[in-house]
């Protein structure tokens, strides 16, 4: 499995935008760079997923670098109910995912 | 629709008991997967199933987890003679499809808070 380095925790003005960034240095080339958050006393859910191209959905953009050894989530205005814990997790989705400490987005009004 | 949902959603029992733990997937998704996060430990993954066979149980702590699904649908998640250490959410996800090329998200549930006291 692909190690991954996340900040431990980012704070973050409410309607800001939010960069979270991701290290995955020993992803393999078949490895899908997936984003899960955990909302407090929640299970986690999917955010996102990309492979090699950036990606957008209606919760957030996915930005992979060329080389694929990172990526950086983004959340383009935060609101309140975007604090949560954030794991950046390399990958097959249909596979056990193997989660790290991720990053504790913390949103002030 | 009908997310995945477990049962029960808290569940408190003294050490050496047997605990069931029950997790209802989503209608025709294939993969089911149990986690558990505890304070110490963060997310863990326990076991798989692919329909109604478990290809992966390397995540079992001990001899005293086992998990069974029947059906394609409903698993169970059974813990033997449970200790303090076993205290944890446990959480189940589902994927509609296992295997083979592409890549799908996986829908959790709500989890099981179990206390063992």
């Known amino acids: 499995d692909a190690k991954t380095t996340q900040p431990n925790s980012m704070e973050s003005n409410e309607e800001e935008p939010v960069h979270l960034p991701c290290n995955h240095s020993?992803?393999?080339?078949?490895?899908?760079i997936h984003w899960y958050r955990q909302l407090p006393s929640q299970g986690p859910e999917y955010v996102i997923h990309?492979?090699?191209s950036n990606v957008n959905n209606r919760m957030a953009s996915l930005a992979i670098a060329e080389d694929r050894k990172s990526s950086t989530l983004i959340l383009h205005r935060a609101t309140l109910r975007d604090a949560a814990v954030y794991y950046c997790?390399?990958?097959?989705?249909?596979?056990?995912?193997?989660f790290g400490k991720g990053t504790r987005l913390s949103v002030i009004a | 629709g009908a997310g995945v949902s477990q049962s029960p959603s808290n569940k408190v029992t003294e050490k050496g008991k047997d605990v069931e733990l029950r997790c209802d997937p989503i209608?025709?998704?294939?993969?089911l997967y149990w986690y558990r996060q505890s304070l110490g430990q963060g997310l863990e993954f326990l076991i798989y199933?692919?329909?109604?066979?478990?290809?992966?149980k390397s995540g079992l702590p001990s001899d005293r987890f086992s998990a069974e699904r029947t059906g394609g649908s409903v698993s169970t998640l059974t813990i033997q003679r449970t200790q303090q250490e076993d205290s944890a959410v446990y959480l189940c996800?589902?994927?509609?499809?296992?295997?083979?090329?592409?890549?799908?998200?996986?829908?959790f549930g709500p989890g099981t808070r179990l206390t063992v006291t």
């Open positions: 199933f692919q329909g109604n066979s478990a290809p992966d």
């Open positions: 990309g492979l090699t």
């Open positions: 996800a589902s994927s509609p499809v296992w295997g083979g090329s592409g890549n799908y998200e996986q829908y």
């Open positions: 209608s025709g998704h294939t993969a």
């Open positions: 020993t992803i393999s080339g078949t490895d899908y």
């Open positions: 997790i390399p990958g097959w989705g249909n596979t056990p995912l193997v």
